[in-house]
């Protein structure tokens, strides 16, 4: 079992996804640790896969 993120951009379109995790638990410290890059990337909102299905999602990476 592999969990990633797929990024999304401001229109929602997909553009691009990040490595891969053997842990849920690896992928979200990873998307906490790197969202102020993916958001100077253009990237604006998340969907965490695991095995490529959508388990969560959007989510954004702009405070409330």
Known sequence: M????????SAGEAT???????QRS???TWIGTSFEDLLED????????????????PMSLRPE
């Open 16 to 22: 691009g996804t990040s490595e891969t995790f053997d």
């Open 2 to 9: 592999t969990w990633s993120w797929q990024y999304e951009n």
């Open 42 to 57: 253009g990237v604006e909102r998340v969907r965490l896969l695991q095995d490529g299905t959508e388990v969560y999602g």
């Open 26 to 28: 690896e992928a979200e």
